[in-house]
Nanobody, 126 residues
Framework: QVQLVESGGGLVQAGGSLRLSCAAS????????VGWFRQAPGKERDFVAA????????HYADSVKGRFTISRANAKNTAYLQMNSLKPEDTAVYYC???????????????????WGQGTQVTVSS
């Protein structure tokens, strides 16, 4: 049974930082690209960042470029999202997702991802 479990969310003031983790089990993690998405109340689930199976390629939404960093530790079956300079508009539920893709291809499209976590709430106060 595949599981993706996010952690690290919480309440932080604007300008602060959080690091989200996505712990994977039940799959060959090193064969999957990983994406982070977020969904604010009443809005679509939007792409935030993605990383290729090896970590060699990354891609970010324009809204987080320069502030967020995605990384992974395949030996730990874990992916991370370091979020700095947080803004109130970053408030959302953050989800990690895995896309079976053992080549250096990453996608921003939700439908391409095979597995999803349950999400973790991030709230940024002004």
């Amino acid at each position: 049974q595949v599981q993706l479990v996010e952690s690290g969310g919480g309440l932080v003031q604007a300008g602060g930082s959080l690091r989200l983790s996505c712990a994977a089990s039940g799959l060959t993690f090193s064969s999957y690209a990983v994406g982070w998405f977020r969904q604010a109340p009443g809005k679509e689930r939007d792409f935030v960042a993605a990383i290729s199976y090896s970590g060699g390629r990354t891609h970010y939404a324009d809204s987080v470029k320069g502030r967020f960093t995605i990384s992974r530790a395949n030996a730990k079956n874990t992916a991370y999202l370091q979020m700095n300079s947080l803004k109130p508009e970053d408030t959302a539920v953050y989800y990690c997702a895995a896309d079976w893709n053992p080549v250096a291809v990453i996608t921003t499209r939700r439908g391409e991802y095979d597995y999803w976590g349950q999400g973790t709430q991030v709230t940024v106060s002004s």
